[in-house]
Structure formats: structure tokens, C-alpha cells
């Protein structure tokens, strides 16, 4: 209770230079984000052909030396790693709060993801998926608490510097994932694999020096533990979580032991984890005897919006793996002579928001002047109609690359334009409306409930294909792309019942 009356005396923003006009610790938060998500794009940009390559599924004349997997499988792993990021996203913020702090968090955090790269440059399928856990897990600790830090240095919510540092901020997140599927991507598809995970582990390496040597600019808020763990809760948890990894460790010893092993022994347990752990989460909180009535009625509205979320990420996510694979494989790889890597259109996204962003802000603005800019539940119903928008579109070119026809590069920067347009109309609303939405003792949690969407969109994903579901083709890119319809559809048909349940939200 001490620390937390303490945080809340603390000066919020360090005095003295400034960066764009914010506190100074903005400089350095901005570069860590930075260089983190240059090595994690990079990294995901690599992600689904180094996994195929040396396979059949890969592309002709492709470069050996990857792990031979199925597309299927490759998907399959591609979707539970992106799953597992946003799922530790919650726990992350618990040890922030309750066990290190927020900057002590990212620091750790820092050297985890740095040293997952190193372990996914060591060539063998071993330190492979050894290299994917600890990014996995260092990249959830740190995205659940790197944004807590941002707020940390204004002086609370009704600082007019505020929403301006965290678009500076997001500027941040893009301009890193823009460049590196350009560099990692490039140099490690194209040339050797193991030096495009090197450079994403020196791109985090860049974050962490950076973080470390500027962190004497950030607020002291970020230092402190809001709600300490008392000695009998460590205790308890230690215990506990010593006797969950001791099972694990005996079931797969002995799984192992007996020869029965293969990959699907851990991708069926996290991929079923993913859509359990949301489904428990959100039930513990709504069924929570003490929210209030306003409480209650504002988390049943809140599973619409999860829902519709889940479905829009299960479709936006194959970015990095159906639609990568068929870059490789069907989409001419030049223009005008000028040829490129197929890991150049990961880039697309990125430098559509950056482009997009300002646009939309503006657009929102200049309809809620006039009383007609559309309220959450519209726009959220127009995302997942342009989602699935973007894979009808999909079908054409799969149609005409059917007879060995490499199709324009112009029809995915179609698609990813359409999804892009789908994100900026649901991405930037679904998190304000998670904070608006979320009971007063879930506060500093729903953050993490709304990245359980994520999960749960691209554990979904995986369960099709380890059903052995081909996300190749075009039936089933056809009905994922009639669900989003529907789906949006729905919550646009629900609206009025839906803006009832969420009371004095708009």
C-alpha cells in the first residue's frame, strides 16, 4: 500500500530537455521501441520461410538450409509464436505491477528477446524453437510495460502532451517494423538465414543500450512496484509454479522417452491454452460479484467487441504466413526490371499506418465536428467487413496463379492496403474502447484481456491448420473472408442492443 501512495507522489515528468517537445525520457523510450520491433519484424519476417525452406512448400530456387516443414506445420508454428507474444503480454503487465516495476521489467525483458535472436541464429531446429520462447517471452513483458512508462512521464491523463507523446511514440512501432523486413529480411531469406536472426539480435542489443543508458531520463514512477507481492504470495506462487513446470517436465520426459515426440505434442496444448485462457479470463472477470450492475453490463457489451476482434485478427495475422507463402510462390518477384524479396511486402503495412494515421485522425475529427463521425460499434463493423473485403480480393489472384501464372505484386499491396484500412478503423478504437469499458478493479488488466483477442484470432488459425485444414485454398480463404462479413454484420445489426449494454460509452 506504501508503494503505492508513493507512486502516485512522484514526480511523473523529469525536468530539463525535451524531445519533440515531451519529456525527454520519450527519446529513449521511442528508440527502444524502435530497435525492439525492428528485430521482432525482422525476425517475423523471416519466420515462415525459414521454416519451409528446404520443403516442398517452399519456392523454386529458393535458399536451402530451414527446417523442411509443411506449410501447414509452418503455419501452424508461425500462428501459436505470434499467439504466445500477445498472450504473455498478460502476465507481463502482472510483473511489472506486482514483481519488478516496469523498467526493471523491460530491462529484463530486453536481454530475453536479445537472447532468443542469438539462439534463432544458432543453426538447428533446437535452438530454434529455443530462440522463438524467450522472444515469445521477453517480447510480452516488454510490450505490456514499455507504454506504462510512456504514461509515466506526463502529469496524468489530463496533460495536454499526453495523446501527442503516445503518437510519437506509435510513430516509433512503425518506422521500426517498416525497415526491417528491408534489411533482416532481405539478408536473411536472399542470403544466409542464421545472419538476418543475428541482425535482429543486434537490433535488440541497440534497444537495450539505449534503454539502460537513458533510462536515468525516465520517470521514477517506473521504478516502483505499484502492488508488491507479499512474502506469503511469492511462497505460495513459487511452490505452485514449481510443481506446474516439474509436471510438465516429467509428461514430456516420459513422452519423449518413449519415442512418441513430435512438434504437435507442444503446438496442440498451447494452440487449445490460446483459446481457453481468453474464454477463462473473460469469464472470471464478468462473473467478478464485485463489479457493479454498470460493471457488469459494460463487460457483456466488451465480448462483442472480443469476438469481432478475434475474427479480424485471425484473418489479418496470415499476413506473416498465407499470404508471405504466396508472395514467395505465385507473386512475381520484379517491377519494371527491378526485382525485390518477398519479405519487402511486410513492409507494406507500416508504411500504410504511418501514411493512413494522420488521415484518419483528421477524418474523425472533421465527422465529430459535423455530429457524423460513426461510433465505436460502426467502426468496428466496418474492419471486419473490409477484413474480409481484403481475402475476397484474395481469391482472384489465388485463381489466376492456379495454372503456375506468377501473378502483379499489385494485387497484395491491394490486399494489404484493404486490412491496413481494416486495423485504423478497429485497432486504435478497440484499445480506447478497452479502457473506457473496464471495471475499476481490472484497470490496469484489461489491457492485456484486449492482446488476449489476438490470441485467440491466431490460435484459431493454428487449430485449422493442425487439423490439417489448407489455408492454401480458396475455399477456405472464402469462408474466413463470408465470417468477418458476417460477423461485422452482426454487431452492426446488434448495434443498438450492444450501445444499451455499454451505458455512458459512446
Not at 519484424?41 to 528446404?54: C, D, E, F, P, T
Not at 464478468?286 to 457483456?300: A, C, F, H, N
Not at 526485382?339 to 472533421?366: C, D, E, I, R
Not at 494485387?411 to 484500412?421: M, N
Request: hydrophobic share 50%; proline share 4%.
Amino acid at each position: 500500500m506504501a508503494s503505492t501512495t508513493r507512486a502516485a507522489d512522484l514526480t511523473s515528468a523529469p525536468s530539463g530537455k525535451t524531445f519533440l517537445g515531451h519529456p525527454r525520457g520519450l527519446a529513449t523510450l521511442f528508440m527502444t521501441e524502435m530497435w525492439e520491433r525492428f528485430s521482432y519484424y525482422g525476425m517475423r519476417a523471416l519466420l515462415i520461410y525459414y521454416l519451409v525452406s528446404g520443403g516442398a512448400d517452399a519456392a523454386v530456387g529458393s535458399q536451402g538450409g530451414g527446417l523442411a516443414k509443411s506449410a501447414a506445420l509452418a503455419t501452424a508454428v508461425y500462428s501459436v509464436y505470434v499467439s504466445m507474444v500477445y498472450l504473455m503480454a498478460y502476465p507481463g503487465g502482472w510483473f511489472g505491477d506486482r514483481v519488478w516495476g516496469a523498467r526493471k521489467t523491460v530491462a529484463i525483458a530486453g536481454f530475453v528477446i536479445m537472447s532468443g535472436h542469438i539462439a534463432l541464429a544458432v543453426p538447428g531446429s533446437a535452438a530454434f524453437f529455443v530462440g522463438l520462447f524467450l522472444v515469445a517471452i521477453g517480447s510480452g513483458l516488454l510490450k505490456a510495460n514499455i507504454s506504462t512508462m510512456v504514461g509515466h512521464l506526463y502529469n496524468g491523463p489530463d496533460d495536454p502532451r499526453r495523446d501527442g507523446g503516445f503518437t510519437v511514440f506509435y510513430m516509433s512501432i512503425n518506422l521500426g517494423a517498416f525497415a526491417a523486413p528491408f534489411i533482416i529480411g532481405t539478408i536473411g531469406k536472399e542470403y544466409n538465414w542464421h545472419l538476418g536472426f543475428g541482425l535482429a539480435a543486434v537490433g535488440m542489443a541497440f534497444g537495450l543500450v539505449q534503454f539502460l543508458l537513458g533510462s536515468r531520463h525516465l520517470s521514477a514512477r517506473s521504478s516502483v512496484v505499484p502492488n508488491p507481492l507479499k512474502p506469503e504470495e511469492t511462497k505460495r506462487l513459487l511452490v505452485k509454479g514449481g510443481l506446474i513446470v516439474l509436471a510438465i517436465a516429467v509428461f514430456y520426459g516420459v513422452v519423449a522417452g518413449l519415442g512418441f515426440y513430435t512438434l504437435n505434442w507442444a503446438l496442440v496444448p498451447l494452440t487449445i491454452a490460446g483459446l481457453l485462457i481468453p474464454v477463462i479470463v473473460l469469464t472470471r472477470i464478468k462473473r467478478d460479484k464485485d463489479l457493479t450492475v454498470g460493471e457488469q453490463s459494460k463487460m457483456s457489451a466488451y465480448i462483442w467487441f472480443f469476438v469481432a476482434a478475434a475474427v479480424f485478427w485471425m484473418i489479418y495475422d496470415q499476413g506473416g504466413s498465407t499470404l508471405s507463402l504466396f508472395a514467395d510462390k505465385k507473386t512475381a518477384d520484379s517491377v519494371f526490371g527491378f526485382g525485390f524479396s518477398a519479405t519487402w511486402y511486410q513492409s507494406l503495412n507500416p508504411l500504410f499506418v504511418m501514411a493512413l494515421a494522420p488521415v484518419f485522425a483528421f477524418l474523425w475529427l472533421w465527422l465529430s465536428r459535423r455530429n457524423k463521425e460513426p461510433n465505436t460499434i460502426v467502426k468496428f463493423s466496418i474492419g471486419l467487413a473490409l477484413i474480409g473485403a481484403s481475402f475476397f480480393v484474395f481469391i482472384l489472384p489465388m485463381t489466376m496463379a492456379d495454372g503456375g501464372t506468377k501473378v502483379s505484386p499489385l494485387w497484395l499491396v491491394s490486399i494489404y492496403l484493404i486490412q491496413t484500412v481494416g486495423e485504423l478503423c478497429l485497432s486504435p478504437v478497440g484499445l480506447s474502447v478497452t479502457t473506457k469499458m473496464a471495471p475499476q478493479k481490472y484497470a490496469s488488466q484489461m489491457m492485456g484481456v484486449w492482446f488476449l483477442a489476438v490470441t485467440a484470432g491466431d490460435c484459431t488459425t493454428s487449430l485449422l491448420s493442425l487439423a490439417g485444414v489448407n489455408l492454401d485454398g480458396t475455399t477456405i480463404i472464402a469462408v474466413q473472408a463470408a465470417l468477418a462479413v458476417l460477423a461485422g454484420f452482426a454487431v452492426y445489426t446488434y448495434r443498438k442492443k450492444v450501445q444499451a449494454l455499454m451505458g455512458d460509452v459512446h
